[in-house]
């Protein structure tokens, strides 16, 4: 005669099991806070950042030389790289679709920053990010496909080019500049704050 477990049993599984679930929700939920508290730590380390990017680069590229493959992944990642530096470069508002200028074009115009469509820390982010997880991949061979990499190479400098050719054309044909070095003078503020200043006093 077959037994079968009672409402009890069944009932301990299941509460198991949620106890299970809600305690890997929670640490996947304290993982993920950690792992943005550092980042925030080092948005203002901009030159670190950066230093430590070109590190991870230059450990791929290592990596690259040495095992003498994955070229079709160093040219997928050329290929994201290159899609990144056009988001880095283009305002978030394209003078294209917008009735009215976003940036100052003449003297008188009111100063507004240049705002990127990708943001500098989401620029270094996903280049890192790229580089990190194309670095995994090479462990791979499966992702390690037989290509003449000279004809890649050939093709990533073509779109390169053609591309920051479209890039710049743009840039001159909007008449604005993808950085902002502060709030900008004019030099007719600065001529009439420099008369009020030499006024003689009473």
């Not at 299970?20 to 948005?43: C, G, I």
């Not at 030159?47 to 095992?67: D, E, H, K, P, S």
């Not at 990499?149 to 054309?169: A, D, E, R, S, V």
Request: aromatic content about 16%; glycine content about 6%.
């Amino acid at each position: 005669m077959e037994t079968r477990p009672t409402g009890a049993a069944l009932g301990g599984d299941d509460l198991s099991q949620s106890s299970r679930a809600t305690a890997m929700s929670r640490w996947t939920f304290e993982v993920s806070r950690r792992y943005q508290h550092v980042l925030d730590k080092t948005v203002p380390h901009i030159l670190n950042r950066w230093i430590g990017c070109l590190a991870v680069a230059l450990i791929y590229a290592v990596r690259v030389y040495f095992v003498q493959g994955f070229y079709i992944i160093t040219y997928g990642l050329g290929i994201y790289l290159l899609n990144l530096l056009i988001g880095f470069l283009s305002p978030q508002v394209d003078p294209e679709m917008q009735d009215g200028p976003t940036l100052p074009t003449r003297g008188s115009d009111e100063f507004r920053p240049f705002v990127r469509r990708l943001p500098e820390f989401k620029f270094w982010y996903s280049i890192t990010k790229a580089f990190c997880i194309s670095f995994v991949m090479t462990f791979f061979s499966v992702f390690d496909v037989p290509v003449f990499w000279p004809i890649l190479l050939f093709y990533w400098l073509m779109l390169f080019i053609l591309t920051m050719k479209k890039q710049i054309l743009h840039m001159i044909k909007y008449k604005y500049v993808p950085f902002s070095f502060g709030k900008q003078r004019y030099d007719g503020k600065k001529s009439s704050s420099t008369e009020n200043m030499n006024l003689p006093r009473d």
